[in-house]
């Protein structure tokens, strides 16, 4: 079953080109590390929040990368960029 990482985060104006680039490379690390990400998307909110939803095969493979998050140095390297963020796991039904 298909698994979905949902962040929502607030960024800094200033520092949004500079999470891309970051975000980029940990996503680059983690396809590199574990397979079955097939796909990210990062969307500006009305708010001015950012809601960055990440797609997995499974929920395992979900699972395995994120334990493995604190062997990724690009990891806190990008989320250092962001501030109150938060993260929800889900499955996709339809």
């Not at 590390?33 to 997995?56: M, Q």
């Not at 493979?61 to 062997?71: F, H, S, T, Y």
């Amino acid at each position: 079953m298909t698994a979905v990482r949902t962040h929502i985060y607030s960024v800094d104006p200033a520092n949004l080109d500079e999470l891309i680039v970051r975000r980029g490379a940990l996503i680059a690390a983690v396809r590199a590390k574990h397979p079955g990400l097939s796909d990210t998307r990062l969307i500006a909110l009305e708010d001015g929040t950012y809601s960055d939803t990440w797609h997995w095969d499974s929920v395992e493979q979900l699972v395995a990368a994120l334990r493995d998050i604190p062997n990724l140095p690009e990891a806190p390297l990008a989320m250092s960029l962001t501030q109150n963020a938060t993260a929800q796991n889900g499955r996709v039904i339809d």
